[in-house]
């Protein structure tokens, strides 16, 4: 349990801490779920990246979370953790994956040929996209462990949390 006292009316441990600034949740909840909102990006696709960096995180509260609208299978869900040799990934998605998959502690040594076989993936908006999406779940990962959330218990949220779901 967070050692930060839960803001009052909170409905999940983020929205406990978040609560206590309720204009940085309104903002970050809206920024947050333009991702999923906004069709920036495959659904499917920002799940697996959500769930690769809680992953290389160990972050179990992030694990924990399913974003059942998101559209990734539970066949493909289960076999994120070995990616590279499963038939179930694409040669886009290794290549978001791998990418993602450094951000946490090894984003200085993203090289060029990686950041452009997403490019080619995605394009240069699916890029950008990416790029903040990649970098807001592992600040997500950093806050949760950082205050010490519980794990969700395997929430399965829908919509995935956006601006008009309850932030996990």
């Avoid at 999940?12 to 333009?34: C, I, Q, V």
């Amino acid at each position: 349990m967070s050692w930060l006292e839960q803001a009052p009316g909170a409905r999940s441990p983020a929205e406990g801490y978040f609560g206590h600034r309720p204009d940085l949740m309104r903002e970050f909840k809206s920024f947050y779920g333009a991702l999923w909102d906004e069709g920036l990006l495959d659904p499917a696709l920002l799940e697996m990246i959500r769930l690769i960096i809680a992953q290389v995180h160990k972050c179990e509260a992030e694990l924990a979370i399913r974003h059942e609208a998101s559209g990734l299978s539970d066949e493909k869900r289960a076999a994120l953790g070995d990616w590279r040799s499963s038939d179930l990934f694409t040669q886009s998605e290794r290549a978001c994956l791998a990418y993602a998959e450094r951000i946490p502690f090894e984003h200085t040594a993203i090289t060029d040929a990686e950041a452009d076989a997403v490019k080619t993936a995605l394009g240069e908006p699916g890029y950008v996209a990416f790029s903040v999406a990649a970098s807001l779940f592992d600040a997500m990962c950093r806050v949760r462990m950082v205050m010490d959330f519980e794990s969700a218990q395997g929430d399965a949220l829908h919509p995935p949390a956006s601006a008009k779901g309850v932030l996990r």
